[in-house]
């Protein structure tokens, strides 16, 4: 196997692993906000913070009528298109 070879298939997995942690991130939110979560706690407040700037493009792109609702769609699409871009271009890498 060529060096350049080793290097796409280890910056496709990096690139793979980076989508996968932004989409935990996403979905963690989710989750918490869900379960109703202590925002006061450190924990919850850095995920929160980290989700709303993952998905600053998205959060506020749907205008349902439940809190819920918009907090699903809108963090929820982010962590989709994170997953699916991110997984697209390390398999784009690892074929070439």
Not at 1 to 27: E, K, Y
Not at 45 to 58: E, I, K, T, Y
Request: hydrophobic share 55%; proline share 1%.
């Amino acid at each position: 196997m060529s060096p350049r070879r080793t290097g796409s298939n280890q910056a496709g997995t990096v690139i793979a692993i980076v989508a996968d942690v932004m989409a935990f991130i996403l979905g963690l939110w989710i989750l918490m906000y869900l379960l109703d979560a202590n925002r006061a706690n450190d924990l919850v407040n850095f995920v929160q913070d980290a989700a709303h700037w993952l998905a600053g493009w998205s959060y506020d792109l749907f205008t349902f009528d439940e809190a819920w609702a918009r907090v699903v769609a809108g963090y929820g699409l982010a962590a989709v298109v994170y997953l699916f871009v991110g997984h697209a271009v390390a398999g784009r890498l690892r074929r070439h």
